[in-house]
């Protein structure tokens, strides 16, 4: 079945330290996105990605970091320049809209980290 | 200002019952996109219903419906006959500039959550 899988479902992570979140789907979608949710809040959008080895700020970019280096692939680092990164984070991923708005975004399980 | 406004952050809705979730929206753009999700306590986030803005006639998926009062900037999700597996976040989100570059992403509402009453 295609699908976004993220991992690890669960992170934990001392103050200082920087941390890698993976996703990858096999849905050969061209777009993916990354966003953060907080306890009882709407989702954040961190970075998205339209196509290979390009990528965009969202919102909250600061102190996060991406790369795209293949159609499946757009891993998020969580560095040591984020104040507060315990959050749950979710990937998603979607074709690219051309005159239609109504393609959708597919999400991933997500992965919660806590900074200890 | 906020993109999505979702003013409800709780509901208790009975079983079997109908149940609005409210939306409104800001934007200066004519043609948008908004979407309705459900964020069960898995964390997942699972699509439930689109809307364009040029659509004449308002969307309608199983036992989910938008209200969508374009001159109003509303798009209220209905569901119907509620159900326990109901019980779950709601999210209301958005999609601008559709045709350009940044039209690509979704900004989202912070939610509404309901709970189904057996």
């Known amino acids: 079945d295609g699908g976004i899988t993220q991992s690890p479902k669960y992170l934990f992570r001392k103050e200082g330290q920087n941390v890698t979140l993976s996703c990858e789907q096999n849905l050969n979608h061209d777009a993916m996105y990354w966003y953060r949710q907080d306890p009882g809040q709407g989702l954040r959008l961190i970075y998205y990605s339209q196509i290979v080895n390009d990528f965009q700020k969202g919102d909250i970019a600061e102190g996060y970091s991406v790369s795209r280096e293949k159609k499946e692939s757009f891993p998020l680092t969580v560095t040591s320049a984020q104040k507060n990164p315990t959050a749950f984070y979710l990937c998603?991923?979607?074709?690219?809209?051309?005159?239609?708005?109504?393609?959708?975004?597919?999400f991933g399980a997500g992965s919660r980290l806590t900074v200890l | 200002a906020q993109k999505i406004t979702q003013t409800q952050p709780g509901m208790f809705v009975q079983e079997k019952e109908a149940v609005t979730l409210d939306c409104t929206y800001d934007t200066s753009d004519p043609s948008y996109g908004l979407f309705w999700y459900k964020q069960p306590s898995s964390g997942e986030m699972i699509f439930l219903i689109y809307q364009g803005s040029y659509d004449q006639q308002n969307a309608t998926e199983g036992r989910y419906s938008l209200n969508f009062q374009k001159a109003r900037k509303s798009a209220n999700l209905v569901i119907s006959a509620s159900q326990l597996g109901d019980s779950a976040m709601y999210f209301c989100a958005m999609r601008e500039k559709i045709g350009s570059a940044a039209g690509n992403k979704l900004t989202f509402g912070g939610g509404t959550r309901v709970l189904v009453k057996p």
């Open positions: 998603a991923s979607s074709i690219v809209p051309g005159s239609s708005g109504a393609n959708v975004l597919t």
